[in-house]
């Protein structure tokens, strides 16, 4: 069975750092590119970043210069690394196989001074 868990939310202050990390359990991590995705009370869900399986990152505007995708292929496992937080990064956070069905539970991270 294909799971994502992503891990690493929290409360933090703006200019404050946060890493998410999304576990992939079965063949997904190999097949698609992982895409990290938000979404803020009362608006719709957005894309955040994505890498694909060769190492191929591309950035919202919003977060370009702050965030960064990474991905360990031996631990199935991508990572958001979010930097210079700002209250507007509040979100709900999830990962995405892109072009799968495959979504996490995501992880809430609020930026709150």
């Known amino acids: 069975q294909v799971q994502l868990v992503e891990s690493g939310g929290g409360l933090v202050q703006p200019g404050e750092s946060l890493r998410l990390s999304c576990a992939a359990s079965g063949s997904i991590f190999s097949i698609y590119a992982m895409g990290w995705y938000r979404q803020a009370p009362g608006k719709q869900r957005e894309w955040v970043a994505l890498i694909n399986s060769g190492g191929i990152t591309n950035y919202a505007n919003s977060v370009k210069g702050r965030f960064t995708v990474s991905r360990d292929n031996a631990k199935n496992t991508v990572y958001l690394q979010m930097n210079s937080l700002k209250p507007d990064d509040t979100a709900v956070y999830y990962c995405?196989?892109?072009?799968?069905?495959?979504w996490g539970q995501g992880t809430q991270v609020t930026v709150s001074s």
């Open positions: 995405h196989g892109v072009g799968s069905n495959y």
